[in-house]
Nanobody, 129 residues
Framework: QLQLVESGGGLVQPGGSLRLSCAAS????????IGWFRQAPGKEREGVSC????????NYADSVKGRFTISRDISKNTVYLQMNSLKPEDTGVYSC??????????????????????WGQGTQVTVST
């Protein structure tokens, strides 16, 4: 059974850090693009960051550039999202998803949820005092 499992969410104060993990079960990320998306209450799902498994090309939403870092551990078939300097507006349910590799010339499309065919269950991130 193909499955994505996220972990690492929680409650953190503004300025704090969290690291989210997205592990693949039943398949490998090879030849796949992996994206992190978030959805706050009453808002649409938005792309946060994404990475191509082969080559490691990355992309970030403007709102998280310089604060979030996406990375991958090939040996563990896992993608991470390191989130630093967290702000209250980062609060939401964070989900990882995967799709067939997006070519370099179209990599901006990784910010859009359509086209991603497998999704994790999501993990809650709350940034609050």
């Amino acid at each position: 059974q193909l499955q994505l499992v996220e972990s690492g969410g929680g409650l953190v104060q503004p300025g704090g850090s969290l690291r989210l993990s997205c592990a693949a079960s039943g398949f490998t990320f090879n030849y796949r693009t992996i994206g992190w998306f978030r959805q706050a209450p009453g808002k649409e799902r938005e792309g946060v960051s994404c990475v191509n498994w082969r080559g490691g090309r990355t992309n970030y939403a403007d709102s998280v550039k310089g604060r979030f870092t996406i990375s991958r551990d090939i040996s563990k078939n896992t993608v991470y999202l390191q989130m630093n300097s967290l702000k209250p507006e980062d609060t939401g349910v964070y989900s990882c998803a995967t799709r067939a590799t997006i070519p370099a010339g179209l990599f901006r499309l990784c910010a859009r949820p359509e086209g991603f065919d497998s999704w994790g269950q999501g993990t809650q991130v709350t940034v609050s005092t």
